[in-house]
């Protein structure tokens, strides 16, 4: 249509006489014709804007529908366990029961593919800033866009495959954390450190516990990388300034150390990372971490409005047992946790998630009381917040926080004693507490809920803890000794000591047969059990 009109026009304007032919007539004429050549130039940009975006497209449905497993260098030994990071291109693999080894499978590349990926990496570094686009999605379409162009140029052959493994590695290392960026992709990870030069990076799995990878880095590359890390962190690290604590733009703590000023072994980091996904009851139950009549336990306590600390050693899984219990929340009730590091994660619309330090707590748990909450969540507990937190107790409001300690006793002292110097005379309305503690086995670090105590003070106002379960490690199972607390559910409910006792059967049954699922789906099952046993009553 356009160039037929093109046409038409200049026939017209070649038929003009030179009489009739005006300087506005000339004029109009020549404005449309430019109008017309700028109008192709467009038409056909668009054409092949949409041609090249087909292209690219299909280049890369085409890379990821690739297997590249055939690339993998596999070691020889006992595979525990195998799972993807970065489907096609990144597997993780756990070895030997013993004494567990996490190995990152990536593809190989040939060294025509290398000196590829070396000069495009070169071509797109001077060429494309990514800073200027924000959103990471957007950064992968424009570098891939830019990727194919630049691969065009070097006018080499590669097959789907070659083209998938040199723009894994190219947008692993441009956009992502280079050689630990499959690593930041495993949900099970709570840790990833390097201690220095040559020595392997070392992660903290959720299961398996502590482990050497085949990850390591060179002089140069550790160097060049905890300066890519602060980079990221948006903090200034040199010589000067050897140490730096910040948060990666995906929530994750690090700690940096530079250069061999501080350590003797060089350059560390240490990446402390928070699971994009919660844990759930139902996990824990799967890992045998506690079993469901526990776990159905303390259900029934959170439902009935029971006060819990929870207690163990460092890294026993005592914020994640505290977040898993809270799925236990019914959805609509109002929730505030104060922490000083954002680690509880909750599906409940109604949760109001407060981060502080851990000097200004005390005040921040006192505002909080203002707000009328439900329930309160509190990271843990070290020292005169406590008492609010007691206090709070005594006044209605539900709490959930954990503490530091070996077991029941110590952390009775530690709470009654200094620092924290809580008042015996309130501690009646703390009602359980729940010891945690980490176990090995075959060379495997496990975590257990070892034991659940009732709490409450004597005739003569001394604290007394009596056991409500006991692990037992023989029989890999918890021994149950009643609680104080089933006439107080029996009471709640209007049932009987018997009654409850088959609820709690029930529950137990019921968090058995759940599959894994999210913490949306788990808190949504669960609110659909409470409902329908209510009406049941």
Request: proline share 3%; glycine share 4%.
């Amino acid at each position: 249509m356009v160039s037929y009109a093109c046409n038409e026009s200049l026939t017209t304007f070649n038929n003009f006489s030179l009489t009739t032919f005006t300087t506005k007539t000339y004029l109009f004429y020549s404005n449309f014709l430019m109008m017309m050549s700028v109008s192709l130039n467009i038409f056909s940009k668009n054409i092949l804007s949409k041609v090249r975006k087909k292209k690219e497209e299909n280049v890369q449905n085409k890379i990821l529908s690739e297997s590249y497993e055939e690339f993998f260098e596999r070691k020889s030994g006992e595979v525990i366990e195998e799972y993807w990071l970065n489907k096609p291109f990144a597997k993780a693999v756990i070895y030997c029961k013993k004494m567990p080894k996490y190995e990152l499978l990536e593809p190989k590349l040939t060294f025509k593919e290398f000196q590829a990926l070396e000069s495009v990496y070169r071509i797109l570094r001077d060429r494309i800033i990514l800073k200027d686009v924000r959103e990471l999605e957007k950064k992968k379409k424009h570098l891939f866009s830019e990727f194919i162009e630049a691969l065009e140029e070097l006018k080499e052959n590669f097959n789907y495959q070659s083209i998938g493994k040199i723009w894994y590695y190219l947008s692993r290392d441009f956009i992502g954390y280079g050689k630990i960026d499959a690593l930041l992709r495993d949900r099970y990870l709570e840790d990833i450190s390097c201690s220095g030069y040559n020595t392997p990076v070392y992660v903290y799995h959720k299961v398996y516990g502590s482990m050497p990878t085949n990850v390591t880095f060179s002089e140069s590359e550790m160097d060049n990388f905890v300066l890519k890390l602060s980079q990221k962190a948006n903090v200034q690290i040199s010589i000067e300034k050897p140490l730096a604590d910040s948060t990666l733009p995906t929530g994750e703590r690090i700690q940096l150390t530079y250069r061999n000023v501080i350590s003797a072994k060089g350059p560390s980091f240490s990446i402390r990372r928070f699971g994009e996904f919660v844990i759930t009851p139902v996990d824990l139950i799967a890992w045998k971490s506690v079993s469901p009549e526990v776990m159905a336990f303390l259900w029934l306590c959170v439902e009935c409005r029971k006060n819990c600390i929870i207690v163990g050693a460092t890294a026993s899984g005592k914020t994640t047992m505290l977040n898993a219990i809270a799925l236990f929340i019914p959805p609509a009730t109002k929730i505030v946790s104060i922490e000083d590091t954002r680690e509880i994660k909750l599906p409940h619309e109604n949760w109001l998630p407060l981060i502080t330090d851990t000097e200004s707590m005390f005040e921040m748990l006192k505002a909080t009381l203002r707000q009328r909450p439900e329930y309160i969540l509190v990271g843990e507990i070290r020292g005169k917040e406590a008492i609010t937190l007691f206090q709070a107790m005594n006044t209605g409001h539900t709490t959930y926080s954990t503490l530091h300690a070996g077991d029941v006793s110590s952390a009775i002292n530690r709470l009654i004693h200094e620092p924290i110097n809580v008042p015996v005379s309130i501690f009646d309305s703390l009602d359980i507490i729940v010891l945690l503690s980490i176990d090995y086995s075959e060379g495997k670090a496990v975590r257990k809920l070892q034991a659940i105590y009732d709490i409450y003070l004597d005739e003569s106002n001394k604290i007394v803890y009596n056991p409500v379960f006991l692990r037992e490690k023989k029989k890999f199972g918890y021994e149950w000794y009643n609680s104080q607390l089933m006439e107080e559910f029996a009471k709640q409910f209007g049932m009987t000591h018997k009654d409850v006792r088959n609820e709690l059967k029930n529950r137990a049954k019921f968090l058995s047969e759940i599959e894994r699922c999210e913490a949306e789906e788990f808190v949504k099952k669960v609110n659909d059990y409470r409902v329908e046993f209510y009406e049941n009553l």
